[in-house]
């Protein structure tokens, strides 16, 4: 059970579902890309160059926390939490606050994703390794919360 705004939300069997990122080729080459430029940097014996590589490897090391530790969470009442890592905020949804959600295919260097448009008007970009799965599961869910919802008002 989940209240917000008022709304209580209750969404018969279901447990939560965890979605990881999709973590493709491109990740890894900018996880090297940082790496290279931090080593080499880091081989120069001077200030500016220590601090420019000593950046770029926590940059690296950032890189590799969000894409490892990314997870998409669809919770038991009704929220989609969406987890960057450590070092972000945890993003919070309520399923009756999306209004859609579809598949956008990639072009030229951009990976396909998921797009879960909400009622206020902005668009999540979210990269699960299984996008049908994600799609169908949040969509049911979705129809599940509708449901109760309008069951709900019609006891009222």
């Not at 940059?59 to 669809?74: D, I, K, M, N, W």
């Not at 668009?123 to 449901?147: D, H, T, W, Y």
Request: a positive charge; glycine letters at 8%.
């Amino acid at each position: 059970m989940s209240a917000r705004c008022g709304v209580s939300v209750t969404i018969d069997n279901f447990m939560d579902r965890i979605f990881h990122k999709r973590v493709g080729v491109r990740d890894f080459i900018v996880v090297a890309v940082f790496a290279i430029v931090g080593l080499w940097a880091l081989m120069h014996r001077n200030v500016q160059s220590g601090l420019v590589g000593l950046a770029m490897m926590m940059l690296a090391a950032l890189t590799v926390e969000r894409a490892v530790h990314t997870v998409y969470t669809l919770t038991a009442d009704g929220r989609l939490l969406i987890d960057c890592g450590r070092f972000a905020r945890r993003r919070e949804v309520s399923l009756t606050d999306i209004r859609s959600v579809y598949r956008v295919e990639g072009r030229l260097l951009l990976r396909s994703y998921v797009a879960v448009e909400c009622v206020s008007g902005s668009v999540i970009a979210v990269q699960p390794g299984n996008e049908e799965g994600f799609v169908k599961e949040l969509r049911r869910r979705m129809e599940s919360v509708r449901q109760s919802s309008v069951q709900n008002a019609a006891q009222d």
